[in-house]
């Protein structure tokens, strides 16, 4: 069976998101983001919510026609483009680039997608893992803790969440960056 995996950045004091949805202090250097390529690569589909998939949509789909743009960056445009996504949204209308809008969360639905073959399911954004967590769809949570505090801005996990994880795996990247996987 598939499992589902929450996939994301904070800072040390809990942020995803800084102020005014500021990301420019993600420490993505080449060695972070090849690791982000060689995992993803064999992920079978990215579950996002409207704002990620938004996010993630202005940029990736044409990042690699940037001659500018880094090998890393190349690859992960067209990981990206190609991988399947279900897009979390009660407003979003249609989504583009191998997406599919999904209304509400399901869990039989989820648990239906988690019994097909292929790799594991990336879940991003804090809203639709707050969701996912809230009905005990999430195996593993993947995070990425970034050495940077930045005071405000929203937080991966909502006032009132308890989790009780096991840590089952750590490593330290170059540019200081710490992968922390739970389950």
Request: aromatic share 10%.
């Amino acid at each position: 069976m598939r499992k589902i995996i929450v996939w994301m950045s904070i800072s040390l004091d809990g942020f995803f998101e800084g102020p005014k949805d500021d990301l420019s202090w993600h420490r993505v250097d080449d060695e972070l983001h090849q690791h982000f390529n060689d995992e993803l690569r064999t992920a079978g589909a990215f579950l996002d919510g409207r704002r990620t998939y938004e996010l993630m949509a202005g940029f990736w789909p044409t990042a690699d026609q940037d001659p500018q743009a880094s090998a890393t960056t190349q690859d992960f445009a067209a990981i990206w483009r190609d991988m399947p996504k279900i897009v979390y949204s009660r407003t979003l209308d249609r989504a583009d680039w191998n997406a599919t809008v999904v209304r509400e969360v399901v869990p039989e639905e989820v648990r239906a997608l988690q019994e097909q073959p292929g790799g594991d399911l990336i879940l991003g954004g804090a809203e639709l893992a707050a969701e996912f967590a809230r009905h005990g769809l999430i195996d593993e949570w993947r995070i990425y803790l970034h050495p940077v505090v930045v005071g405000g801005g929203r937080p991966l996990f909502p006032a009132g969440t308890t989790l009780d994880l096991e840590l089952t795996e750590t490593r330290r990247f170059g540019n200081g960056v710490v992968l922390l996987r739970y389950r």
